[in-house]
T-cell receptor, first 109, second 113 residues
Framework: AQRVTQPEKLLSVFKGAPVELKCNYS??????LFWYVQYSRQRLQLLLR??SRESIKGFTADLNKGETSFHLKKPFAQEEDSAMYYC???????????FGSGTRLQVQP | DGGITQSPKYLFRKEGQNVTLSCEQN?????MYWYRQDPGQGLRLIYY???????QKGDIAEGYSVSREKKESFPLTVTSAQKNPTAFYLC????????????FGQGTRLTVV
């Protein structure tokens, strides 16, 4: 079975502070990991995927297979980062995404 | 203009009635998905389809049914057997293989009274 855990429902930080949204997963094989973001009144959209090893809007995420984690990080939060963030996993056995419960990020001025 | 469209945006139904939610995409994607989004529970997979005329149950398929007669369309029927149908429903599609990430519709909020 595959599972994604996001332990924080809400993360509130001040503008300019570092941000780390936690994501842990459970999967026996080699998963693909993604971060999705949903801004207010907008569609859920892909933020980044671990295979790309890219930085999008200043966010990065590193897959740590030893700790089975895929935490999302940004060194300096901006107010426009306020949104709902979902971590998702795609395994080889089931070709559909499994999502975590989401973390709401609030960046205060 | 390519995209994935869900309709209607809001839907109200009386308890005991079946209701069908529409999802259409013109992205030429092979795979389509239905998720249910509830506060505090994230997105849970209802059904998915990798190819026309084929679909698989997700984690919470009970009380739901789907069909995939055309590549572009993946309608979801919420039946009277679904005990708690009031929710936000999201449809998604993806191009398998090279780019497996999913593109999402804007969702349908179903309220059963």
């Amino acid at each position: 079975a595959q599972r994604v855990t996001q332990p924080e429902k809400l993360l509130s930080v001040f503008k300019g502070a570092p941000v780390e949204l936690k994501c842990n997963y459970s999967y026996s094989g080699s998963p693909e990991l993604f971060w999705y973001v949903q801004y207010s009144r907008q569609r859920l959209q892909l933020l980044l995927r671990h295979i790309s090893r890219e930085s999008i809007k200043g966010f990065t995420a590193d897959l740590n297979k030893g700790e089975t984690s895929f935490h999302l990080k940004k060194p300096f939060a901006q107010e426009e980062d306020s949104a709902m963030y979902y971590c998702a996993l795609k395994g080889t056995g089931r070709r559909a995404l499994t999502f975590g419960s989401g973390t709401r990020l609030q960046v205060q001025p | 203009d390519g995209g994935i469209t869900q309709s209607p945006k809001y839907l109200f139904r009386k308890e005991g009635q079946n209701v069908t939610l529409s999802c259409e995409q013109n992205l030429n994607h092979d795979a389509m998905y239905w998720y249910r989004q509830d506060p505090g529970q994230g997105l849970r997979l209802i059904y998915y389809s990798q190819i026309v005329n084929d679909f698989q149950k997700g984690d919470i398929a009970e009380g739901y049914s789907v069909s995939r007669e055309k590549k572009e369309s993946f309608p979801l029927t919420v039946t009277s057997a679904q005990k708690n149908p009031t929710a936000f429903y999201l449809c998604a599609s993806s191009l398998e293989g090279f780019r497996p990430e999913a593109f999402f519709g804007q969702g349908t909020r179903l309220t059963v009274v």
